[in-house]
């Protein structure tokens, strides 16, 4: 266990040095635990993700989220992760990048992050245009079915 921390901990200083061969060799040796939340720093809580979304890095955080890096995970009470960190340095690149891999519940964590933090109309532009594209195959279904002949009309089905 300890010596799985002080990799993730090298793999964090590996990113903040955006140093990619390193981040690779040591995602691989990692594979899912790269993921793995640990002290760092004055940080209680940090993860390799979030920690390239800080620093903005598009390479090592597309690299991260394409090799084990999972984008749906926070820290912090549930508070913080690599979207979050996205939104609070106001880099679209990243936060576009990382919605791309996020699920339904975390886009609606950081939707309520934008709002709570009173953030910029942009990233919740983004957001809300990602939360629409999901949802798409939804409306289109329900679309469909309303135009079908379908009649969902409770009275009738009696």
Not at 60 to 78: D, P, Q
Not at 82 to 98: M, P
């Amino acid at each position: 266990m300890k010596r799985i921390e002080t990799i993730c901990k090298h793999l964090i200083d590996s990113v903040e040095k955006n140093n990619l061969e390193e981040v690779k060799k040591l995602t691989e040796e990692l594979k899912h635990d790269v993921n793995r939340i640990v002290p760092h720093k004055n940080k209680q809580e940090r993860d390799a993700l979030t920690e390239a979304s800080h620093h903005g890095n598009i390479t090592i955080v597309n690299y991260l989220v394409n090799n084990y890096g999972n984008v749906n995970i926070f820290y912090n009470g549930g508070k913080w992760n690599a979207l979050t960190e996205a939104v609070h340095h106001k880099n679209g690149e990243v936060f576009k990048l990382l919605l791309s891999k996020a699920n339904l519940d975390t886009k609606q964590k950081v939707m309520d992050y934008i709002r709570d933090e009173d953030y910029d109309e942009k990233m919740l532009d983004i957001l809300t245009t990602s939360v629409g594209q999901d949802l798409a195959p939804l409306f289109d279904f329900f679309h469909e079915i309303g135009f079908s002949g379908a009649n969902w009309n409770a009275e009738e089905s009696q």
